[in-house]
């Protein structure tokens, strides 16, 4: 009855821009955006680079075919991520898979007549399946709730070699809320039979390639915990008693399971290949050697290259590399339902009442202090420097219902800008010297913080009436969600769980929060008075990262459920899992937005209509 009641106190009056049914929402993703990733060819000493298909478009992960006729590589260029193959020379350009599903790392048979691909198209989690070329006609090869990745067809065409997390729990890293990668490598015949685990289970092991013989497979492997740090996008040691980030090149004989290290020199190496001349080419992260590299001790094409593919005869390579671009803040990209219009935008945004224009978590240049409040007018590709602290973070602003405020949190916050470098390893780690709720103006005048004391403040949301906002605290003074009334001061305890993230809804009758339990974040509601409790998601992963609709029906937020699509160490991405969700405020009728590789997060629904108080 309250719902209702909310209703006829709020009338939704649709603006002229776009059908009434329109649900436009906008998003964060790390990386990458359109000119920050290139597919390039050369010889494999790196010399007669060039681009293969252009830089406009975010091309990646080539693979040549058997007879060095042509290069299958995927691009999002159509949408989602799909496969497509050319000539060497970049001629004939062609399309090879249509589905709104995600399709990846591709794999030649020995023949080449067909691929062997991972897929999201059974489910949303990553398959493999096989593709005649000549039909094209499509076949799972592996089915279950793991992930199945990076596969490589043997020479003699008995077996396909992949890396897979089946059987992990998915575990937090140490003193982090992100999932180690814990992955193995296994063998399957083509026909789907003979499934064998050949490594043993409980760390990481990646990228299988096989020898020319088919007896042996190349593989890189690390401790289950350095999944964390070796995706991002420049690894750093961990500590002062581990100078170097090490990975190791392992070859393991697929009938024995014995496995033996390839001598290489330290540092953050992946996707090896073996190459003619009893050569390995693979791919080094760690600078200053980041690029391609041999165990001959020759170089190849050098810096921020993520994934390589040799020719069949070993003299060029094919590579896609990370490459600079301006930040987007506003760029169309692809939805996987036709209802709902997303944009990829800056971290953490929030519109204004009638959602033309917004504000959004700058990040910091040249340290791990600094990210400012930007804002931006919606539909440009530009934004202003609100408010900077140049010894603090600014975080998760969000704009007062009557936009003549903007409240945000304020503060270090380590572990959001530090890297893996803040962890949470007693609960006074969370605290981190306190940081406080401020508010500005529009105009970037009249900033005041609104908290005190010793706690750690942040996120906060303001009820319908302006009068209140929810955050939440953790620190001496306990933890959870707290609501402080602006005119008064008055806090008072709305949880004491470890909860965060907390939203107002725009009806004003319900809070959302993500909690920390059993394992993993779930999101919940509860009512302002702090009575009924509810709990709206049941996933394995975290669903965190909401945002409501403007009319308080539905709720757009980040989940891990579908887990990894790739292996971390290719996508520079801290959490690279993450896919966009709606669903109703009572938790029903979920649907799956994207559907990618990257870390897609920090949602925010843009208003299609002005809110009018009816009396």
Not at 187 to 202: A, C, F, Q, S
Not at 340 to 356: C, K, Q, V
Not at 565 to 590: C, H, I, N, W
Request: aromatic content about 10%; some cysteine.
């Amino acid at each position: 009855m309250v719902r209702k009641a909310a209703l006829v106190v709020v009338a939704l009056v649709a603006l002229a821009a776009g059908p009434s049914n329109s649900q436009k929402i906008v998003f964060a993703r790390v990386f990458p955006n359109a000119g920050q990733v290139g597919l390039f060819i050369a010889a494999a000493d790196g010399s007669g680079e060039r681009p293969l298909v252009g830089l406009s478009e975010i091309d990646y992960d080539p693979v040549w075919s058997p007879d060095g006729a042509s290069i299958v590589f995927t691009s999002d260029r159509e949408g989602s991520a799909d496969l497509f193959r050319v000539k060497p020379d970049g001629a004939g350009l062609e399309r090879l898979t249509d589905s709104p599903a995600y399709d990846d790392q591709a794999a030649f048979s020995p023949d080449g007549k067909q691929l062997v691909f991972v897929t999201t198209r059974n489910g949303g989690r990553a398959n493999l399946w096989t593709m005649d070329l000549q039909t094209r006609r499509a076949k799972a090869l592996t089915t279950g709730a793991g992930a199945d990745l990076r596969p490589s067809w043997s020479p003699d065409g008995q077996w396909v070699a992949f890396s897979s997390d089946r059987g992990s729990t998915l575990p937090f890293g140490h003193g982090r809320w992100e999932h180690l990668q814990i992955v193995d490598l296994y063998v399957i015949h083509p026909d789907g039979t003979g499934l064998t685990r050949i490594t043993e289970h409980g760390n990481f092991c990646g990228s299988p390639k096989f020898s020319a013989d088919s007896r042996r497979v190349i593989a890189y492997c690390m401790d289950a915990e350095d999944t964390l740090e070796t995706r991002r996008a420049s690894p750093k040691p961990e500590n002062d008693t581990r100078p170097t980030l090490n990975t190791r090149l392992v070859s393991i004989d697929i009938a024995t399971n014995a496995a033996s290290d390839v001598a290489a020199p330290q540092g953050v190496k992946f996707n090896p290949s073996y190459l003619p001349a009893n050569d390995i080419g693979y791919v080094r992260k760690d600078a200053p050697d980041a690029g391609i590299s041999y165990t001959s001790g020759k170089r190849g094409p050098k810096g921020d290259v993520r994934s390589a593919a040799w020719s069949p005869d070993g003299t060029r390579v094919a590579f896609h590399r990370r490459l600079t671009a301006p930040p987007t803040t506003w760029l169309k990209t692809f939805s996987r339902n036709p209802q709902y219009e997303l944009t990829l935008t800056g971290i953490l945004p929030s519109f204004n009442h009638s959602g033309d224009r917004f504000v959004m978590s700058g990040r910091p240049s040249n340290s791990t202090v600094g990210a400012s409040l930007q804002i931006a007018t919606t539909g440009t590709n530009k934004f202003d420097v609100l408010y900077q602290d140049k010894s603090r973070n600014v975080m998760a602003p969000s704009w007062s219902p009557s936009g003549d405020k903007i409240i945000f949190g304020i503060g270090v916050y380590n572990l959001f800008f530090n890297g893996f470098n803040g962890q949470v390893l007693k609960p006074e780690d969370r605290i981190e010297g306190g940081a406080q709720i401020a508010i500005v103006n529009p105009d970037g005048s009249g900033f005041r913080e609104v908290t005190s004391g010793p706690n750690n403040n942040g996120f906060p949301s303001m009820a319908p009436d302006g009068k209140r906002f929810v955050y939440r605290s953790f620190g001496p003074d306990r933890e959870g969600l707290r609501i402080m009334n602006l005119e008064t001061k008055a806090v008072t305890t709305l949880t004491t769980g470890y909860d965060n993230f907390p939203l107002w809804s725009p009806r004003g009758d319900l809070i959302m929060f993500s909690r920390a339990a059993q394992g993993d974040y779930e999101i919940y509601t509860i009512k302002p008075d702090g009575t009924g409790v509810k709990r709206l998601t049941f996933s394995k992963g975290n669903d965190a990262h909401m945002a409501w609709s403007p009319d308080g029906e539905r709720i757009v937020f980040a989940s891990t459920r579908m887990g990894f699509k790739d292996e971390g160490t290719y996508t520079d991405a801290p959490q690279p899992y993450g896919e966009l969700f709606v669903m109703r405020y009572d938790g029903s009728d979920v649907q799956q937005l994207t559907d990618n590789q990257w870390e897609d997060g920090t949602p925010a629904w843009q208003p299609t209509a002005r809110m009018l108080s009816s009396r």
